[in-house]
């Protein structure tokens, strides 16, 4: 059973998750190469010298940003699935958690999109593992919500509802969050060829 965090220990991982946001809002706006460990201080409130005790180097905030993102989605996706109560409902439920992150998260969608490259080989690498098996946790679903459906034509489906679902860094803010999730929810599970019309939780 794991220990409780001691106060300082406590301390230090709040500061760390500071520093992530900063990164991810920093990144997102500059790009990695106009982002400096001296700014991310600045953000949260402490030195650069400081940003030293939490991470060696700016490489790798952005390998704990990416890889922590693919992390997520294919861990969380594959709980989506395993908690769902048919192909359908996990086709929904898939919809749901993705668009929960893309509302929450814009910021790392930008950096995932425009500095992946900048990871080093290793980690990029293994980001590139973690979007394949999410991607492939979807095709398996649609083909189970459709059996005649190819896996060639689930997977063409999965990434035009990605588009979707990642376009909010270009549109939050526009209209409430909760109404930009009904017209995406929507769109993208057209897109995944599910039937929308009696989903109770339609607003428009």
Known sequence: MPQPLTRRSQLKADRRHQLLDAAAHLVAERGFHGVRLEDLGAAVGISGPAVYRHFSNKEAVLVELLVGISEHLQSGGEDVVRSSTSPVD??????????????????????????????????????????????????????????????DTARVQAHAAFGLLNSTPHSTGRVPDAAMKAVLSRMALSALAIDVRNDSRETA
């Open 90 to 151: 996990a086709v929904r439920g898939l919809v749901d958690f993705h668009l929960d992150f893309a509302l929450t998260s814009p910021g790392l969608i930008s950096v995932q999109g425009r500095d992946l490259a900048n990871l080093p080989p290793t980690a990029r690498g293994r980001v590139r593992r973690l979007q394949r098996l999410y991607v492939e946790l979807w095709v398996q679903v649609l083909c189970s919500a459709d059996s005649g459906r190819t896996e």
